[in-house]
């Protein structure tokens, strides 16, 4: 049987697009809907509830921690694959000395070989204490060091790419502090469409709730330089199997279902990563 069609609002003005709500139907005129009345009055309360105004602020303060003023790097290498062992024990013994040294404002956050998802690549993620300032007086000072420039010209014979981006953390995620091991990694990434990071947050303040069971969620960013509104969730498993068993635990939480449901259409592509992390780094 057809039901009403419900409007969705669109925030690029672009007229109302007809969306319908999980297991709900279409019916027109004043035909009854097929869905139960409490899951029509939930949907309607997700469908309309916005936080916050886009167009009032940059996202970046919309969205960010108010309270720190981090700056987060991460860095993503595709290493040839007969100098990923080489390149991992370089990283391990220099990556150390720039963590530990107080006259850096910046700390390793965690460090990692991917395990599935792209082979022979590495992923390093710094965290910078004070901004971009404190970004600009790192750099400044590791030009100045001999051993790292010596450093940076070795690891560079062993890399087939690289890439960085800048990255602000989401005031609703939890903040990534170090964490004991044996755990694996997995690193989302969302490739989000122009205009709806703020949907995403919205969405995923309330979504981030029905994660926290098992202590898995590690870190949520947004990106501010490189490729842009790109989203990384970092979470940890103690294995492939914990892994399963939490993120299949989740679509038993009622409300999970229609907050996974309104944000797949606000991706453009996605990725998962599965990593290892180095015996240096302090999530393990």
């Not at 035909?31 to 997700?46: G, I, N, Q, Y």
């Not at 007969?82 to 700390?107: D, G, M, T």
């Not at 971009?132 to 062993?158: C, D, H, I, W």
């Amino acid at each position: 049987m057809a039901a009403r069609v419900l409007l969705r609002w669109s925030p690029a003005g672009a007229g109302a697009v007809p969306r319908l709500p999980p297991g709900g139907s279409l019916a027109v005129r004043g035909m009854v809907s097929s869905a139960s009345r409490p899951r029509e009055d939930s949907w309607l309360k997700s469908l309309f509830v916005r936080k916050v105004d886009p167009r009032k602020d940059a996202h970046s303060n919309l969205l960010a921690k108010r309270e720190t003023s981090s700056l987060y790097k991460l860095q993503i290498h595709n290493v040839k694959p007969e100098c990923l062992e080489a390149y991992n024990k370089l990283c391990q013994e220099v990556l150390p000395k720039i963590h530990e040294e107080k006259h850096y404002p910046c700390a390793l956050v965690g460090t990692w070989n991917t395990w599935y998802g792209e082979q022979d690549q590495a992923v390093h993620l710094w965290r910078y204490e004070g901004g971009y300032p404190a970004l600009n007086e790192v750099m400044s000072k590791l030009r100045q060091n001999k051993e790292f420039t010596e450093f940076r010209k070795e690891r560079g014979n062993m890399l087939l790419s690289r890439k960085n981006q800048l990255l602000l953390e989401f005031s609703f995620w939890n903040e990534p502090v170090p964490r004991e091991g044996p755990n694996i990694y997995e690193l989302r990434s969302y490739q989000l469409r122009p205009g709806t990071m703020i949907e995403w947050g919205n969405y995923w303040a309330r979504a981030i709730r029905f994660r926290q069971d098992s202590n898995e969620a590690v870190g949520g960013f947004f990106s501010q330089i490189g490729q842009l509104y790109m989203v990384h969730h970092l979470w940890a498993y103690k294995d492939l199997q914990t892994r399963e068993d939490i993120r299949n635990a989740a679509w038993h939480k009622p409300g999970w279902d229609e907050l996974v449901y309104y944000t797949v259409p606000l991706i453009q592509e996605m990725e998962s990563r599965i990593m290892i992390p180095l015996k240096i780094s302090p999530l393990q």
